[in-house]
C-alpha cells in the first residue's frame, strides 16, 4: 500500500527551526521524486521543495531557498524538511507527496500519493 504519514509540526517563534518527517512505505519510497507543499487558510496548497532520487537533485521555492533543506534517508524510507530562520509567513499544513514521475516536480498535478499534513505556526 502506498501511504505517507507526516509528523514533526508545532508552534514555534519568528527565526526558529522545526525539522518536519515524512515516513513511507517501502512502496512510495521507491517513486522517483517526493516533495513537500503547503497551504496557508485561504489560499491554495503550494511547492516547497522536492528531491530527485535518481540524482538526488533538489528544488526549492524562492521564498524557502536557503532557508529549508530537503533531504531524505532511504534506510528509514523517510524524507526531511529542515526549516531554519522560520517566518509568520511559512505558517500553513505542511504535506510530502510521492511523484509518479521526475519531471515537472513543482507542480501539484505530478504527485498522486499525499500524507495527511503536519500543521507549522509560525508566530511572530
Known amino acids: 500500500q502506498v501511504q505517507l504519514v507526516e509528523s514533526g509540526g508545532g508552534l514555534v517563534q519568528v527565526g526558529g527551526s522545526l525539522r518536519l518527517s515524512c515516513a513511507a512505505s517501502r512502496r512510495t519510497f521507491s517513486r522517483p521524486a517526493m516533495g513537500w507543499f503547503r497551504q496557508a487558510p485561504g489560499k491554495e496548497r503550494e511547492f516547497v521543495a522536492a528531491?530527485?532520487?535518481?540524482?538526488?537533485?533538489?528544488d526549492y521555492a524562492d521564498s524557502v531557498k536557503g532557508r529549508f533543506t530537503i533531504s531524505r534517508d532511504s534506510a528509514k524510507n523517510a524524507m526531511y524538511l529542515q526549516m531554519n530562520s522560520l517566518k509568520p509567513e511559512d505558517t500553513g499544513i505542511y504535506y510530502c507527496a510521492a511523484a509518479l514521475f521526475s519531471l515537472s516536480i513543482r507542480s501539484i498535478n505530478a504527485y498522486d500519493v499525499w500524507g495527511q499534513g503536519t500543521q507549522v505556526t509560525v508566530s511572530s
Open positions: 528531491l530527485t532520487w535518481s540524482n538526488s537533485n533538489t
